[in-house]
């Protein structure tokens, strides 16, 4: 089966955690974002990928080149102007004649996408939306619905005051061909203001989809942070990862004073020095120093970072390169490759 993703335009980046890498091939335990939606989708049948972009893709076409694994078809669908994710599925979907999927490329979840789909047949549903439970649904789409899960209304970033329903819109869609008529050739157009309030206009049947699964926006550092430490723990599952307490890769040196609590995942070629303290979740990419007596929490570094002797490092990410001077405190801090030269000479 097929499914569309979302994965955006030339400013999806992970503000201010990255200006260079675009959000979709951040590291997630070491392997890009993209990948593990890729292959959960896979798992579940749905094979035929169509990444849909409104950039040159060089970063993941150089990494994923025309494959994702075995038995994966892996497209790209590029966009010459901003086409909104409804014009952006138009323009992917040209040739499309069955049934699809299409995805929000910066949210994770655990959807049950086969039950979804059982769910979307047995309803004979024109489009179905996959609902997630939020404690703030400001941001997001909220998703109203009346018996059978049918969708009755659809608030896209409702002011605080129409706040109707806690549940709302995953950026899971499982779509008829016939929606792709809703949708202008061409033009900036998205489902969210057009598209599903268009078919709800018309009487098409449109459901809902409501999953207590994981579920997790990324588009900003703190989720993303949240991510990266849920799928250490076990709180959300992906074929790329089998969260166990400590994982140390090859070509590592950790001193034997060196003290490491997991969940942690220590990437190949690190250098753990004497009386480091490493407390999980913890991430560190590969090729990292982490020197004389310094403490790691709570924290994701991604590649060749040097933590110096001494230095704390809590509840933060470090992007790579960085390297952190000696006797440094960060807490809950976010540092970018830009910001490596501050923390070096501080
Ligand atoms: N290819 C392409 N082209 N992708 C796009 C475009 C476009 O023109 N515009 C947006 N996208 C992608 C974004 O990169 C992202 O992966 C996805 O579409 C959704 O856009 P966001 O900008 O992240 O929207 P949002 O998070 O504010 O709201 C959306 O997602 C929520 C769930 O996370 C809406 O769909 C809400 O209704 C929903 O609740
Ligand atoms: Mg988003």
Redesign the pocket.
Known sequence: MKVII????EG?RLRPLTYSIV?SMVPVINRPFIEHVILKLAAHGINDIVL???YKPDSIFSYFKDGAGAGIKLTYSL?EK????A??VKHAAQHVDDTFFVL????FSDIDYTEMLQLHRRNKAMATIALTRVEDPT???VVETGPEGRVTAFI??PARDQVTSHW????VYILEPAVLDYIPDNE?YM??KGVFPALLAKGAPVYSYASQAYWI?V?RPSQYHRLNCDMLEGKCSSPLYKAESVIIEAGCAIHPSAQITGPARISAGCYVGEEVHIQGPAVIGCGCRIEKGSLVENSILWDNVIIGAGASVIDSIIASGVKIIENARLEGQTINQDAAADHATK
């Open positions: 979302l994965v955006g335009g999806t959000k849909a972009m409104g966009e901003p086409l909104g994710t014009g952006a929000n490329g910066d949210t941001l997001f789409g896209e970033k709302i819109n995953a950026g900036f489902f969210e926006d588009g």
